[in-house]
């Protein structure tokens, strides 16, 4: 199918969407409206677009005429200038096509799970954890997004060895699936008395949140043990056992969550944390095929790939998938991604165009 058929059957596909809404059934049914409006929210930006194309088109047709037929120079000039900016803009409008026809990814809207730990470096890997995950939260309520924290565990002095927490908002998951794999930190520690730089590593997961439809989990795979939550140094915080550690048999996945002090919550997240990894690893299993034929430099989504360094030293932080350096380095620890995630977007889809082929011209 060409692009131009493809566009058309968008056309009458966002008219029969429109139809629906305005049917009374419809109207009355909050979870149709709900449906339809969001696929319509979807499609709606692509049918405007070829709209303006076919409009670009047009006024170019009768530009190129003019320009062709005019006898007068003065006039014939400023056609021949018309015409130039229509042919550009018909070229951007093209161009902005080829990209909203992009394939999509399913989870894109979903909401995520996010799982930071610290990696090398001890005390110092933890204290740098704990500045991603205030960076994130700093990031989601930027966007306006809700952050729930769902596990934690620290070392007492302000670090985290690991920390998990969901964000809830649309698009989380579209933007935040770049930040995955392995943060670096290169700076001095307070505690470092001769000025040496040390490099300390955090890595970061982002996962789909998975439904119960998406991933079936049979009871019988799962061994659930319950057991009193601590604290730092493993002293006794709660006297019943409210934390839970549930362990996927066919996997061997763990996931242990103590922050809430009733059992049966402690239970839920982490069912919900089991669930996306469950889902991320399916996931890739359904992704080695294409990754074979086409590795691509933004959202491998592989924890041991170096993605980014915060050097303190030089207040600069590089992201090694796309060489692009930002100084202002507490700013992007403040929560200021735009600029990183908009590149490695705008990245990506500069890799899918081009592994996806030209296509059929519009």
Do not use: C
């Not at 018909?90 to 399913?106: G, S």
């Not at 302000?158 to 998990?164: A, F, S, W």
């Not at 579209?174 to 590593?201: C, D, M, N, W, Y």
């Not at 550690?245 to 969550?257: C, E, F, W």
């Amino acid at each position: 199918m060409s692009m131009e058929e493809r566009l058309a059957e968008l056309s009458a596909q966002a008219r029969h969407l429109q139809e629906e809404l305005a049917r009374p059934a419809v109207a009355a049914d909050p979870d149709a409206l709900r449906r339809i409006g969001k696929e319509l929210a979807r499609i709606e930006p692509i049918v405007g677009t070829w709209d303006r194309l076919q409009a670009t088109r047009h006024e170019l047709a009768e530009a190129r005429a003019l320009r062709d037929g005019e006898q007068d120079p003065e006039m014939r000039e400023m056609a021949r200038e018309e015409a130039h900016r229509l042919e550009a803009e018909e070229a951007r409008l093209v161009e902005q096509l080829k990209v909203q026809l992009l394939p999509r990814d399913p989870l894109d809207e979903r909401d995520v799970i996010v799982e930071i730990r610290a990696g090398t470096g001890g005390e110092e890997a933890a204290l740098f954890a704990a500045e991603l995950f205030r960076m994130y939260v700093r990031y989601a309520e930027r966007h306006r997004w809700g952050v729930e924290l769902l596990s934690t565990s620290e070392t007492g002095i302000g670090g985290l060895k690991e920390v998990i927490f969901a964000v809830h908002g649309d698009g989380a998951y579209s933007r935040l699936k770049f930040e995955g794999g392995v943060h670096r930190v290169q700076r001095v520690p307070e505690t470092e008395s001769a000025g040496r730089i040390h490099t300390s590593t955090a890595t970061v997961a982002v996962l789909p949140e998975a439904d119960e439809v998406d991933v079936q989990i049979d009871e019988r795979d799962l061994r659930i043990d319950v057991y009193r939550s601590t604290g730092p140094g493993g002293q006794s915080v709660n006297t019943t056992d409210s934390a839970v550690r549930i362990t996927h048999l066919p996997t061997g996945l763990v996931v242990a969550i103590q922050d809430e002090k009733s059992q049966h919550k402690n239970k839920a997240k982490a069912m919900a944390v089991l669930r996306s990894r469950l889902l991320e690893i399916e996931q890739r299993k359904a992704h080695e095929a294409e990754a074979a034929k086409r590795r691509s430099m933004v959202g491998s989504g592989e924890r041991a790939e170096k993605i980014r360094t915060y050097n303190f030293p030089q207040d600069r932080v590089t992201d090694h998938r796309i060489g692009m350096d930002l100084h202002n380095l507490p700013a992007v620890l403040d929560g200021e991604l735009d600029r990183l995630i908009d590149t490695l977007i705008a990245t990506d889809q500069a890799e899918r165009l081009a592994a996806f082929g030209e296509g059929d011209a519009a």
